[in-house]
């Protein structure tokens, strides 16, 4: 098997580390689309048995598969260019960084037919799958109000090179809350379904030297009634990242950074802690989605989170920029 892994910073090494565990004799094919081909920034890439510099040569590699791993701007053009040669991918999120460029991809991909899944790691989290289980289960019954929060500063997340020039402080790169910290917003989807409507409010960005939105709030509106809160920030300490649905007949929360958890159901009239075990290492969701790419290849199944969930993201994300600068709801 050989998979080629678009794009070298710090999720296309992730990837590739998570390749190298759960498929040992994967060889590993890097495009670096972005770089000079030099020694050293062929060095840069120690983990692979090879690098690329050119579409040409990538395609030429004949690879199973492709990672999508290079800034948002650059996802759909990349993504075609791979299609045309029936690649299946696995496209980092968000799937892209313009709404207005998905119809192209949907194009191409109709004419492809070649699996296509969006990297929306969250939702292999053991937590998240819990939360989706309990609310399919009507453990809590119905949902009647949804609080998905996420916030770290982002010197402490981007903390190598100078953050204030990285990916995610710069628009033309793909940065700023709403796309990088989109992972709440699929979830939201995930469990509840497409929302109906968007009102937004976006701070002015508080962080020197950055262009991109840092600190965002999203209401989304749902046909049963449902609201569902959702803050991005990228300049909370310590860093947070928890989960609260209050429903009908009870109510369940979960803190993702502290691995906490609780369900309460009001005929039980008590509260069950500890309702989710963590991931054991740093890398699990990773590869619990490189796996689930990968059984689908193998039989053939449309992967969990395709065009569609990925495409939705971006309309939501979209909603809430139109809402915020008109002071308005906007239908999604």
């Not at 819990?130 to 997340?157: T, Y």
């Not at 979960?254 to 963590?278: H, I, K, M, R, Y």
């Not at 969930?309 to 994300?317: H, K, R």
Request: with cysteine.
């Amino acid at each position: 098997m050989r998979a080629l892994i678009v794009g070298w910073g710090s999720i296309g090494r992730r990837h590739a580390e998570c390749l190298r565990t759960i498929a040992p004799d994967c060889e590993i094919v890097v495009w670096r689309q972005q770089a000079a081909d030099t020694a050293i920034s062929r060095a840069a890439v120690d983990i692979a048995d090879r690098v690329v510099f050119s579409a040409g040569d990538a395609v030429a590699s004949i690879p199973d598969f492709a990672v999508i791993a290079n800034p948002a701007p650059l996802h759909v053009s990349t993504a075609c260019t791979l299609l045309q040669h029936g690649i299946p991918l696995l496209i980092e999120k968000p799937l892209a960084s313009d709404p207005r460029d998905v119809a192209a991809l949907r194009d191409m991909l109709q004419h492809a037919k070649a699996p296509l899944m969006v990297g929306y790691v969250l939702r292999f989290h053991p937590a998240n799958i819990g939360i989706k289980s309990i609310l399919e289960d009507g453990a809590i019954g119905r949902p009647l109000h949804a609080r998905l929060l996420v916030g770290q500063h982002l010197a402490d997340w981007r903390i190598s090179g100078d953050w204030k020039t990285g990916v995610s402080a710069r628009r033309e790169t793909g940065g700023g809350a709403l796309l990088e910290l989109s992972h709440e917003i699929d979830l939201a989807m995930w469990f509840f379904g497409m929302p109906t409507g968007v009102t937004a409010r976006i701070a002015p960005t508080s962080l020197p030297e950055i262009e991109v939105e840092d600190n965002a709030d999203l209401l989304l509106d749902f046909p049963s009634g449902l609201i569902v809160n959702i803050h991005l920030d990228m300049v909370s300490r310590p860093a947070r990242r928890a989960i609260e649905i209050m429903g009908t007949d009870g109510a369940v929360t979960v803190d993702l950074v502290s691995g906490t958890s609780a369900l309460w159901q009001n005929a039980l009239g008590e509260v069950n802690t500890s309702v989710f075990t963590p991931p054991s290492e740093r890398n699990h969701i990773y590869k619990q989605q490189l796996q689930h790419f990968l059984d689908c290849l193998d039989s053939g199944s449309p992967p969990s989170i395709d065009l569609d969930a990925g495409a939705a993201v971006l309309a939501a994300v979209d909603a809430a920029r139109r809402s915020a600068a008109d002071g308005r709801r906007m239908l999604v």
